[in-house]
């Protein structure tokens, strides 16, 4: 029997939900990955970094390459343009192979990078979203960025925007709303460790854990 499963964690900036994802990982004894897929997909393909830190979550309709008729950038090439060979596309189609082939390996929590729809034909998974009122947001933002509350309402304004098109783009769903994921929930009625124990239950009900 598959016991292997993987929890996607869909996120609004300042909602506490890379800190849920990695608590919830510890307390579950499972793998964690948010940006340290970056470091995967580059060491996996041998393309520079660079391009996968550019292109994080971000969505495009451009092509400025491809994945074939054009010489790669690899890893010690040295530090190469972005845009100069890749479209954004291509380098999601990698992420997604690494993203898929973790999932087959052993149970993992995944931030973000569009993973409950790459995993939308693994029957074992659990899509979250975790959101918070922007006020929370902002407070969050200060104290872990120590910025001005302008500079932290801009920060999410335009990070969510982002995630929310990237999202979009590739999934064809829409970024948090309630249909698209099995549970979403509000950091800020709870607090972080205990929204990590209502997650953790419920990952553990629904997978029969």
Known sequence: ????????????????????GAK???????AFYDKELINIASQESGLCKEFFENADEKATQSIIGGLFGMRFPFINDGTVPYNSCLSNDALFKIQSDVIRE???EKSCIFVGRCA?????????????FISAPKEDRIKRLCLKMDIKPEEAEDLINKTDRKRASYYN???YKTWG????YHLCIDSSVLGVDETVAFIKLFIQKKQGL
């Not at 929890?7 to 506490?16: D, K, M, Y």
């Open 1 to 20: 029997m598959n016991n292997k499963y993987a929890v996607n964690i869909g996120r609004q900036l300042g909602s506490g939900g890379r800190e849920i």
């Open 24 to 30: 919830l990982a510890m307390q579950l004894g499972i």
């Open 102 to 104: 973790l999932a087959e």
């Open 116 to 128: 409950d729809y790459i995993l939308r034909d693994n029957l074992r998974c659990v899509n979250i």
């Open 169 to 171: 783009y590739y999934s």
């Open 177 to 180: 709303a309630a249909s698209t």
